[in-house]
């Protein structure tokens, strides 16, 4: 059963940074595509970035030169360092693992960004 557990979200202050992270169990971490989404009930779901298993990365235009994801695979988890978070980044994060055509998510962590 895939479980992936994201943490490290909460308040900061514009201008913070902030690091997420997302541990998965239940698959073979090393061969999946990871990525990390955002949302908030009132705002479309958008996508954020993605690393494959081969470690390539992309980004959305939004947050290029922003955040950065990254892997590690002997610790089964995904990170997202956000740095120079704006009000706008205030978000629930998710992270989803994909392999072919099957997409599972996580519960999400709640970004807030505010003075």
């Known amino acids: 059963q895939v479980q992936l557990v994201e943490s490290g979200g909460g308040l900061v202050q514009p201008g913070g940074s902030l690091r997420l992270s997302c541990a998965a169990s239940g698959i073979i971490f090393s061969s999946y595509t990871m990525a990390w989404y955002r949302q908030t009930p009132v705002k479309q779901r958008e996508w954020v970035a993605t690393?494959?298993?081969?470690?390539?990365?992309t980004y959305a235009d939004s947050v290029k030169g922003q955040f950065t994801i990254s892997r590690d695979n002997a610790k089964n988890t995904v990170y997202l360092q956000m740095n120079g978070l704006k009000p706008e980044d205030t978000d629930v994060y998710y992270c989803?693992?994909?392999?072919?055509?099957?997409?599972?998510w996580g519960q999400g962590t709640q970004v807030t960004v505010s003075s």
């Open positions: 989803t693992a994909q392999e072919g055509l099957i997409t599972d």
């Open positions: 690393i494959t298993s081969g470690d390539f990365t």
